[in-house]
């Protein structure tokens, strides 16, 4: 079964810093964009941060440019989120995703579970 497994949540404080990991299996990841997504607590899913298969092109959403950055390791299976400065409104369940032959995620084909990422003030 193909499955994307994220990693990495847990509790900070505001100004702080934490790297997420989603780690894929092969069938999933080649060929595949990926992206992050988030979602609060009473509010719906958003658009964090996507790239491409190559890693030559990301995609990020306004409120985190600057703080955010995307990666990945193809030879790994893995993507990566690096969050910098967080902030409480930072605080939310946090999803990779991927979507096939597109330059930005919107439409993904495939979830993870999600890592829940707290920031408190």
């Known amino acids: 079964q193909v499955q994307l497994v994220e990693s990495g949540g847990g509790l900070v404080q505001a100004g702080g810093s934490l790297r997420l990991s989603c780690a894929a299996s092969?069938?999933?990841?080649?060929?595949?964009?990926m992206g992050w997504f988030r979602q609060a607590p009473g509010k719906e899913r958003e658009f964090v941060a996507s790239i491409i298969e190559s890693g030559g092109y990301t995609s990020y959403a306004d409120s985190v440019k600057g703080r955010f950055t995307i990666s990945r390791d193809n030879a790994k299976n893995t993507v990566y989120l690096q969050m910098n400065s967080l902030k409480p409104e930072d605080t939310a369940v946090y999803y990779c995703?991927?979507?096939?032959?597109?330059?930005?995620?919107?439409?993904?084909?495939?979830w993870g579970q999600g890592t829940q990422v707290t920031v408190s003030s």
């Open positions: 995703a991927a979507e096939r032959l597109v330059v930005t995620v919107r439409n993904p084909g495939y």
């Open positions: 092969g069938r999933t990841f080649s060929g595949y964009a």
